[in-house]
């Protein structure tokens, strides 16, 4: 488990999203636009150019990882600006995002292995790659702790698929419940999979026995 700082956020956490191999999920209060460093080998990292988060996720969805965004504001209008020029490769059920007025809680699961848990949205002062002297003091946990990972993705998956809903003393005021608009529906946790195959692996290995 490490403590993570300012701008480790971008270097522990955002960049770790570009290398995942089976799901992102993302839960944020607050959805912004993001800028990220050019891919590696591409005329734009070369020449020192940022790009939008939503390059990531359309490069994720492209290698079929699950890519699930939660959040609660309306996102910014560059932000879905962006979304829209990429609305023919980013769609369900590569790329999602549902809405709840009540999310406040940030955390970022990636590949049911590795967990963020902190105070960063998805912002460009949050999680982007400004300078320190333009970026928000945040703090937060990275862990591959398995309860923590289990527990995070559990909450996150009832919030998902709307089971909150019934329940919540704010639906008069909700504009889209997400129990009606996606019918409480939604496939299992992609993230507790990963792990069991991970675990698999790891007692596979010959140092890891005896």
Same mark, same amino acid.
């Given at each position: 488990m490490s403590l993570i700082l300012d701008s480790?956020?971008?270097e522990r956490v955002t960049l770790a999203i570009a290398r995942a191999k089976v799901s992102v999920w993302i839960s944020t209060a607050n959805v912004k636009q993001l800028l990220v460093q050019a891919p590696i080998g591409t005329r734009d990292r070369a020449r020192g150019k940022y790009v939008p988060i939503a390059d990531t996720f359309q490069s994720l969805v492209d290698r079929g990882? @699950?890519?699930? /965004? /939660?959040?609660?504001? /309306?996102?910014?209008?560059?932000?879905r600006e962006e979304l829209a020029l990429r609305a023919t490769r980013l769609v369900r059920p590569g790329f999602e995002m549902r809405a709840c007025p009540r999310v406040h809680l940030k955390m970022i699961a990636i590949d049911g292995a590795l967990l963020y848990l902190g105070s960063?949205?998805?912002t460009g002062a949050g999680l982007g790659a400004k300078s320190d002297g333009r970026r928000n003091f945040e703090m937060g946990l990275l862990t +591959? +702790?398995?309860?923590?990972? +289990? @527990?995070? @993705?559990?909450?996150? +998956?009832?919030i998902w698929r709307g089971l909150e809903c019934a329940a919540c003393r704010m639906r008069a005021k909700c504009p889209a419940p997400i129990d009606v608009v996606y019918g409480g529906a939604a496939p299992p946790p992609a993230g507790p999979v990963a792990r069991s195959k991970r675990r698999q692996m790891r007692v596979a290995r010959p140092e890891r026995l005896g």
């Open positions: 480790a956020h971008y990882v @699950q890519v699930r /965004l /939660l959040h609660a504001a /309306l996102p910014s209008r560059p932000f960063a949205n998805l +591959d +702790d398995e309860w923590l990972l +289990d @527990q995070a @993705q559990a909450r996150f +998956d009832r």
